[in-house]
């Protein structure tokens, strides 16, 4: 036997486009499928040394510093050479310095003693000259200076009795340092340790 077929309604055609057809939105307009939204992208900084094209604050803050330490030395560098150029002028070379007095060594006849303070080689030697009279020179070992450029360091020297012994005592200074020579028997020597406290009273009052 064969199956009854089913009769074709005449309503079967508008169900079957009803049914393919998107549904309808209450407005009228028909349902769009959207695709799933992305989510957003987070926008990158822009970099201030790669858009301006200037560097930080820190590099030029880094190269003002620079700049003024470079100053700076130079500087420095320039004062310490007018000072070298200036005793060039004033002391020579070897540096040497001069003192002339009455001091009691032979200059009774009216002519003052004649002293020179000379570092020859980092070494400071005294050289007197007792009445002007070449023949009777004496010559007193000083300290011996180490360092760079201590050839160039300048001794200077002044007189002042500083045992009221009524002579007038040689003092040298260097640098920061005064030795003490005292005038005893026509001489110079230098003072004892017996004689440091006398010295340094009359150092405190006489400075």
Do not use: C
Request: without cysteine; aromatic residues 6%; neutral net charge.
């Amino acid at each position: 036997m064969h199956a009854a077929r089913r009769a074709t309604l005449p309503w079967d055609d508008e169900l079957s486009r009803l049914w393919e057809a998107p549904e309808a939105e209450p407005g009228g307009g028909a349902t769009t499928t959207l695709a799933p939204e992305r989510p957003p992208v987070p926008r990158r900084r822009p970099d201030r040394l790669a858009t301006t094209g200037s560097p930080s604050w820190m590099l030029r803050l880094l190269l003002i510093a620079s700049a003024g330490l470079v100053l700076l030395l130079g500087l420095v560098w320039l004062a310490d050479w007018a000072r070298v150029r200036f005793d060039d002028l004033r002391y020579g070379r070897p540096r040497t310095t001069h003192l002339t007095a009455f001091v009691g060594h032979g200059d009774g006849d009216g002519v003052p003693t004649h002293l020179m303070a000379v570092n020859l080689n980092r070494r400071i030697t005294i050289i007197e000259i007792p009445g002007g009279d070449p023949s009777k020179i004496r010559t007193i070992l000083g300290p011996y200076l180490i360092g760079r450029d201590e050839d160039l360091t300048v001794a200077t020297m002044r007189l002042l009795d500083v045992n009221g012994d009524s002579h007038p005592d040689l003092l040298l200074r260097v640098k920061q340092e005064e030795l003490v020579y005292i005038n005893d028997r026509g001489e110079f020597r230098l003072m004892t340790r017996a004689e440091r406290p006398l010295v340094e009273r009359a150092l405190g009052g006489g400075q």
